[in-house]
């Protein structure tokens, strides 16, 4: 049996998802012996032509030009997997659906009419069909030979369905929100980081994303009423790493409606 | 004004490095110019945020070099709040500093670089990359593999993370080190050291196989700007600026970053998202390149007399024995690179020996105080500088962050233009051979393009050859 063809492909984002791959160390040597990696920009000049059985994307789609260049790594793919917030939520330059494009072109160049872009970065599966996304920002090195080693075996990756707390009580960590009153996202935000931020005194905030269902309105109410936090921070909160994420998104417009209709009331 | 219509939204492919190279009248190359195509704006969508959320949120401008943004963002907050750092937080920055110039220097040169370089520049593309050479030479890509894996370490020990970890904030670190840290690092310190001397030998005795490219690939005379201190020691996160001109004279020196906008002007590209610095005082006119000045490791090795570390500074000596007290072939970046190397792990080496780098407090705790703060690095490609203005309740106004790609710019071009008129005769010669050596030239400055756009490695690009009147005449595109 020929060994399975990968390929990774980058849109709008850092590269540290990708990076993530050449940071397996420990594990590299053996991938390259299970898989044939066969477009990976980042490592190599060789590329082979499709199909390829696994596309790992990372990135969101911020130009014209991608919108169509996904639309061709779908069909030349047979399984794609996407990796990392910006993938799997328009990442931190989602940021800018909530304002107007012109003024950022604006505002960093000197000649703006040479810029052509969307006016919103949005997720690969606002796209195309993704058959597995992969959370954080960047993704966890362990998640990510998780889910190559699953296909691999033809079997459904395993990752965590549930928040942070419950990592952050796994690893014996102290609550922040309870001990210190420090604003945490960790009740609404998939696990994966192993409490991270939480284990070091910070409020988690939120890389990667929000778990399934999440109750973000009553966390939120919560740290409005209980913690003092007003309703522009908690908005802020919300709009990081994963601000398109349908669930913060709208978490963090209903706080912004609610501060717009204090406004008025106080006018 | 056809020539500089280049950014067509028909032909540009996000993700690609784009060459156009211009004709004159005569049919030969009159300028080269290498273009960035992607925009992500986060100069406009920081504006709002509160500043203690800066460093995290720039870091994920680049996941390659995390740990510059993080420090320069930080150093920039710091600023703001007008406070000076805890010793021991000021120590852990600089290991997490060296730490980032490992493993990306490391990266540079086992992963995109090595494969060129020990395989041969004419060898098959089917295996020159990494993973062909760890089919030829498993040892010596294990030990690269070993020596980022020993950088990545580092930066963790402070930032928690490898990639955008959370370390590093507003006043200092977030945590006091440990000796469970100290120890982790010290473990690998005879193992890193002798892999990164074992590097140079092998850099060392290729050296005279590219005399070459030593030659053409970006031989010329420019300025250089990095951090050194006052008696000329390397630098590469505290301090203040010098800049050098390419008989080794020093033009400025001791210069507060903070008032960078008095040394550096940016000049409007119109054909490209990079934005490109130039040295303001030497520019009169509309013309950027007289000011042309070159970052990174070549500006920080000219410009230092020392590394202050005993075996980098052996090597750099035979460098300067071979190739002059001022290093000018851009070729010569792999070698600085190699030396930053030894010398960042020499002085982890030191820093594991300093009892203060266990002490706490580790940060410093204050509110806004200053409406505009500077943070300056070196990041491993060069000088960072980030730059933000704030209101009084702490949100984020303004930000303008000078990368260090944006300031190679003219230099690259300059060094495409002398390899294009090398290589490139006309419209039917436009070879693999010379697509190669293009991309090897711009390669050597190590672009970090992911700080605009897109990944290194393997450059997929896209070259023009432009007639005078603005008719591309032909077109290469190598995905």
């Given at each position: 049996m020929s060994r399975p063809s990968l390929a990774v492909w980058k849109f709008a984002s850092c590269d540290g998802c990708q990076l993530s791959l050449l940071s397996a160390e420990d594990e590299l040597l053996t991938l390259a012996e299970e898989v044939h990696i066969a477009h990976f920009l980042e490592?190599?000049?060789?590329?082979?032509?499709?199909?390829?059985?696994?596309?790992?994307?990372?990135?969101?789609?911020?130009?014209?030009?991608?919108?169509?260049?996904?639309?061709?790594?779908r069909s030349i793919s047979g399984t794609l997997i996407t990796i990392g917030a910006c993938a799997t939520a328009g990442g931190i330059q989602a940021l800018r659906n909530l304002a107007d494009v012109e003024a950022y072109t604006n505002l960093v160049y000197a000649h703006p009419e040479y810029v052509s872009t969307l006016a919103e970065s949005t997720s690969i599966a606002q796209h195309v069909p993704v058959d597995f996304?992969?959370?954080?920002?960047?993704?966890?090195?362990?998640?990510?030979?998780?889910?190559?080693?699953?296909?691999?075996?033809?079997?459904?990756?395993?990752?965590?369905?549930?928040?942070?707390?419950?990592?952050?009580?796994?690893?014996?960590?102290?609550?922040?929100?309870?001990?210190?009153?420090?604003?945490?996202?960790?009740?609404?935000?998939?696990?994966?980081?192993?409490?991270?931020?939480?284990?070091?005194?910070?409020?988690?905030?939120?890389?990667?994303g929000p778990m399934e269902t999440p109750n973000t309105a009553s966390l939120s109410d919560r740290l409005h009423d209980e913690l003092g936090v007003d309703d522009d921070d908690l908005a802020r909160l919300l709009r990081t790493f994963n601000a398109d994420a349908p669930e913060f998104r709208a978490e963090a417009r209903r706080r912004d409606s609610i501060a717009a209709a204090r406004e008025e009331a106080t006018t | 004004m056809h020539d500089i219509h280049v950014i067509d939204p028909v032909t540009r492919i996000e993700g690609h490095a784009k060459i156009t190279l211009h004709l004159d009248d005569g049919g030969s190359i009159a300028d080269a110019r290498f273009h960035v195509t992607e925009f992500r704006g986060f100069e406009e969508f920081c504006r709002g945020r509160p500043l203690d959320e800066m460093p995290a949120l720039t870091a994920r401008t680049c996941g390659i070099c995390p740990v510059s943004h993080l420090l320069a963002g930080a150093k920039a907050t710091d600023a703001l709040c007008a406070v000076r750092i805890p010793p021991p937080a000021v120590l852990q920055r600089r290991l997490a500093n060296l730490g980032q110039i490992v493993q990306s220097h490391v990266l540079s040169f086992f992963h995109l670089s090595a494969p060129d370089l020990l395989l041969g520049m004419e060898s098959d593309p089917a295996v020159r990359n990494v993973f062909g050479l760890m089919a030829a030479e498993p040892e010596i890509v294990r030990r690269g593999i070993r020596l980022?894996?020993?950088?990545?370490?580092?930066?963790?020990?402070?930032?928690?993370?490898?990639?955008?970890?959370?370390?590093?904030?507003?006043?200092?670190?977030?945590?006091?080190?440990?000796?469970?840290?100290?120890?982790?690092?010290?473990?690998?310190?005879?193992?890193?050291?002798?892999?990164?001397?074992?590097?140079?030998?092998?850099?060392?005795?290729?050296?005279?196989?590219?005399?070459?490219?030593?030659?053409?690939?970006?031989?010329?005379?420019?300025?250089?700007?990095?951090?050194?201190?006052?008696?000329?020691?390397?630098?590469?996160i505290d301090g203040n600026l010098r800049i050098t001109g390419a008989d080794g004279q020093i033009v400025v020196d001791q210069f507060d970053p903070a008032d960078y906008l008095e040394l550096l002007g940016e000049s409007g590209k119109t054909d490209s998202y990079l934005k490109a610095p130039y040295y303001k005082p030497y520019v009169d006119g509309d013309d950027p390149r007289p000011g042309m000045y070159r970052v990174g490791p070549l500006a920080r090795i000219n410009n230092a007399e020392r590394f202050g570390t005993p075996e980098a500074d052996a090597r750099l000596a035979l460098l300067r024995e071979r190739f002059g007290r001022t290093a000018t072939s851009a070729f010569l970046y792999h070698h600085a690179r190699v030396l930053e190397v030894i010398a960042s792990i020499e002085r982890i080496a030191a820093l594991m020996d300093d009892p203060e780098l266990l002490t706490w407090p580790v940060r410093a705790d204050a509110g806004v105080n200053a409406l505009r703060g500077v943070g300056a690095s070196e990041a491993p490609r060069g000088t960072l500088f980030h730059d933000y203005s704030v209101d009084r309740q702490g949100l984020i106004t303004g930000v303008n962050l000078v990368i260090a790609t944006g300031q190679n710019d003219l230099a690259i071009n300059r060094t495409i233009t002398d390899i294009a008129r090398a290589y490139v005769h006309g419209p039917d010669d436009l070879t693999d051979g010379a697509l190669n050596r293009i991309e090897a030239g711009v390669r050597a400055y190590d672009p970090c393009l992911s700080c605009s756009t897109h990944a290194v490695g393997q450059m997929p690009m896209v070259v023009e050859l432009v007639a005078p009147d603005g008719e591309v005449i032909a077109h290469r595109r190598r995905d």
């Open positions: 490592a190599t000049r060789e590329v082979a032509p499709g199909p390829y059985d696994v596309s790992l994307v990372e990135g969101s789609i911020t130009t014209p030009a991608d919108a169509e260049r996904i639309r061709h790594v996304e992969l959370r954080g920002c960047p993704v966890e090195v362990p998640q990510l030979l998780e889910v190559v080693s699953a296909l691999l075996a033809g079997r459904k990756p395993v990752t965590p369905p549930h928040a942070v707390c419950l990592e952050c009580k796994l690893r014996g960590a102290v609550c922040v929100m309870v001990a210190h009153g420090t604003p945490c996202l960790g009740p609404i935000t998939q696990a994966g980081c192993g409490a991270r931020c939480p284990a070091f005194n910070r409020g988690c905030y939120g890389c990667f | 980022r894996q020993f950088g990545q370490e580092v930066i963790a020990s402070v930032a928690f993370d490898k990639i955008h970890g959370g370390g590093i904030v507003t006043g200092g670190v977030a945590e006091p080190f440990t000796t469970a840290k100290r120890d982790a690092v010290v473990g690998w310190l005879d193992e890193v050291h002798a892999s990164a001397l074992a590097t140079w030998d092998l850099l060392w005795s290729v050296t005279d196989q590219f005399a070459d490219e030593i030659a053409i690939f970006g031989d010329f005379d420019s300025l250089y700007l990095s951090h050194c201190l006052p008696d000329g020691t390397w630098e590469h």
